[in-house]
């Protein structure tokens, strides 16, 4: 199967509609159609049910779209990481981290990897954070390690390791009739919006952005314990009493064969393992 065939079956699922699909791709409709025709006789089975040139997914297509989708994936990430491994280039990795994961965190994570003795020849690069998706960026070659949080992620095809759980604080603007109380409940959060990614009713596109609607007023969020000595004048964080524990995750593709990443990754489980021994 070739990596064309993939991308024109993943472009009619997720269309569901040929016409719209060869325009996506840029071809004629009648050669996207006896393409994904050739691949279903090759496989033995329909991947579409077709009503016209709409279309929706066969049980097998559904399959197939979930491992195209993945081989996709892994090609892209090893074009990326070999044009970045290129003669010229220094050594490096890229790291992302899901908005509202500890400053404090990661910049201690950076601060003792630049401490071992080979880091000075591996540059760690902070990329900019797509909203909403970090573990695909993992997968597709834009990052090579992430710092995530351990709920609403899907994990599939990635190693990871937990480094930090604490507790959460809701973050609100200053002069906020409730920014007084020593703690709250869930019961009791603010009648403010709670921004999302782009997509929502209020969007934000990283935290910076979160924090400065924050501050005026506009909005609230419920953040790790450790966001509190990053955050800006303008908003106060009040602990959020019987929320569940938040765990903060390092993780990195489950092909991946970096030693730079592997060293991250031993880094970060040291610290961890330090702060749980207080050594």
Known sequence: ????????????????????????????????????????????????VRAGRTVSLTAAGTVLLDEGRNALEAVEAADRRT???????????????????????????????????DAAAVEVVLADLTPGE??????????????????????????????ATEGQVVVLPAGHPLAARGAMTADELPDLPQPCWPGAELDVRDGTQLLQLIALG????????????SLPGGVVAVPLDGAPPVTTRIAWPAHSRSLTVAALVRVATRLRNTAATGR
């Not at 009619?12 to 996207?32: D, K, M, T």
């Not at 969020?221 to 509190?228: A, G, K, M, T």
């Open 1 to 48: 199967m070739e990596t064309r065939e993939l991308r024109y079956f993943v472009a009619v699922a997720e269309e569901s509609h040929f016409g719209r699909a060869a325009e996506r791709l840029g071809i004629a409709q009648p050669a996207l159609s006896r393409a994904v025709q050739k691949m279903e006789r090759r496989l033995g089975t329909p991947l579409f």
């Open 83 to 117: 044009r970045r491994a290129a003669p010229g280039g220094r050594p490096g990795i890229v790291l992302v981290a899901k908005a509202g994961v500890s400053v404090e965190l990661l910049a201690t994570l950076l601060d003792a990897y630049a401490a071992e003795p």
């Open 134 to 163: 970090p573990e695909r960026m993992l997968r597709d070659g834009r990052a090579d390690v992430a710092l995530l949080f351990a709920d609403g992620h899907g994990f599939g095809g990635l190693d990871h390791e937990d480094i």
């Open 218 to 229: 506009r909005a609230f969020s419920v953040l790790p314990e450790s966001s509190r000595p």
